[in-house]
């Protein structure tokens, strides 16, 4: 079988368990964080279903990405959104440190046309993955910050990027490899993102 096809079926299942879990604890301890950590689950694991099916009925790539490409884009946009509920009304610290850190993410999404062929995805990926960055590397230096979870944010943007940058170099996606090994981990750390949060709830 196409380990393509296992590893996004291995995604949706994951994410969805998650999206699930996490809407469970925003009815439990009313707080948006939650509902925002769902709906980013929900949309990741959406545009993977798409590409799921895809597979499976036709049996190649799909050759148009926008019904993915947006979905993902909006599961960043919820993910920037969490960050900033958890800044709440506190502005973010300037910083060189800051800004460039943001610059060379969005400047390899772009070299690397990160989200399909599409330049406008490209670019809106860039800004949404900029605006992350910039803030959750602002919030750690601030000694109020997140701590963890603020570096677990970074970690699960940092393998998004590794993941398209070894894409370009892989031939073969019906075999288990390096992608792949990415991908998982990926979908992994997603998922973590849920008990870092609720970890973080109980901390207050």
Same mark, same amino acid.
């Given at each position: 079988?196409?380990?393509?096809?296992?590893?996004?079926?291995? =995604?949706?299942?994951?994410?969805?368990?998650?999206?699930?879990?996490?809407?469970?604890?925003? &009815?439990?301890?009313?707080?948006?964080?939650? #509902?925002?950590?769902?709906?980013?689950?929900?949309?990741?694991?959406?545009?993977?279903?798409?590409?799921?099916?895809?597979?499976?009925?036709?049996?190649?790539?799909? =050759? *148009? &990405?926008?019904?993915?490409?947006?979905?993902?884009?909006?599961?960043?946009?919820?993910?920037?959104?969490?960050?900033?509920?958890?800044?709440?009304?506190? !502005?973010? #610290?300037?910083?060189?440190?800051?800004?460039?850190?943001?610059?060379?993410?969005?400047?390899?999404?772009?070299? &690397?046309?990160?989200?399909?062929?599409?330049?406008?995805?490209?670019?809106?990926?860039?800004?949404?993955?900029?605006?992350? *960055?910039?803030?959750?590397?602002? !919030?750690?230096?601030?000694?109020?910050?997140?701590?963890?979870?603020?570096?677990?944010?970074?970690?699960?943007?940092?393998? =998004?990027? #590794?993941?398209?940058?070894?894409?370009?170099?892989?031939?073969?996606?019906?075999?288990?490899?390096?992608?792949?090994?990415?991908?998982?981990?990926?979908? &992994?750390?997603?998922?973590?993102?849920?008990?870092?949060?609720?970890?973080?709830?109980?901390?207050?």
């Amino acid at each position: 079988m196409n380990f393509e096809l296992i590893d996004n079926c291995f =995604q949706v299942t994951v994410l969805l368990c998650a999206a699930l879990a996490a809407a469970a604890a925003a &009815f439990r301890h009313k707080d948006r964080r939650f #509902l925002i950590l769902a709906l980013f689950f929900i949309c990741v694991s959406m545009g993977t279903l798409y590409w799921v099916l895809h597979l499976f009925i036709f049996g190649n790539v799909p =050759q *148009v &990405f926008y019904v993915s490409e947006f979905s993902w884009l909006a599961a960043y946009l919820f993910l920037l959104s969490f960050q900033m509920v958890r800044t709440d009304r506190a !502005r973010p #610290l300037f910083s060189l440190l800051s800004l460039s850190c943001a610059l060379v993410t969005a400047a390899v999404v772009l070299v &690397f046309r990160m989200f399909g062929p599409s330049v406008f995805v490209s670019a809106a990926f860039a800004g949404v993955v900029f605006a992350i *960055v910039y803030l959750t590397v602002s !919030r750690l230096r601030r000694k109020s910050g997140g701590g963890l979870i603020d570096c677990w944010v970074l970690l699960c943007v940092g393998l =998004q990027l #590794l993941l398209y940058v070894v894409s370009v170099f892989m031939r073969d996606f019906t075999r288990f490899n390096l992608y792949f090994a990415v991908d998982i981990t990926l979908t &992994f750390s997603f998922a973590a993102l849920l008990p870092l949060a609720l970890r973080e709830v109980a901390g207050k």
